[in-house]
């Protein structure tokens, strides 16, 4: 299995990275045009890309909450987008883990996505991510100033 590691640092608390990703309005500030998102454990956690609520995937429908300590970490499930149909309809999933690491007036974001499984479909997945995890985190970083 593959895993990737992205790190950002942001100019602000980690109490206020963390909101980011576990509110409503914190996540369309970067992420997402839309989501439904509940911070417990089994929550939903689906981010969606499109307001336009006749497209059947939107964004990461059927992802979960796994774990959170606030402020600390957050970790849910990620499924790939509807480009990938055959992993989509398998309903496959990876992981995403958030690491909020306060240092003085600035936070250490680091995110690990594991999960990726063997074969040509999960390589071109994990080579979409691993650019698209990037554009996220520059928009999260640019959010703050």
Request: charged share 30%.
């Amino acid at each position: 299995m593959k895993t990737m590691i992205k790190e950002r640092i942001i100019p602000a608390k980690a109490k206020d990275v963390y909101l980011k990703w576990t509110t409503k309005d914190g996540l369309n500030t970067f992420f997402s045009q839309d989501n439904d998102i509940e911070i417990k454990p089994g929550g939903k956690y689906e981010i969606y890309f499109t307001t336009d609520k006749s497209i059947k995937h939107r964004g990461s429908e059927g992802c979960k909450v796994l774990s959170f300590r606030p402020n600390h970490t957050l970790s849910f499930t990620w499924n790939v987008p509807p480009t990938f149909e055959s992993l989509r309809q398998s309903e496959a999933q990876t992981r995403v883990l958030l690491e909020f690491i306060e240092m003085d007036n600035h936070t250490l974001l680091r995110l690990t996505n594991s999960g990726y499984l063997e074969g040509e479909t999960w390589e071109f997945a994990y080579e979409y991510f691993n650019k698209a995890w990037d554009y996220v985190l520059d928009n999260l970083v640019k959010s703050f100033k």
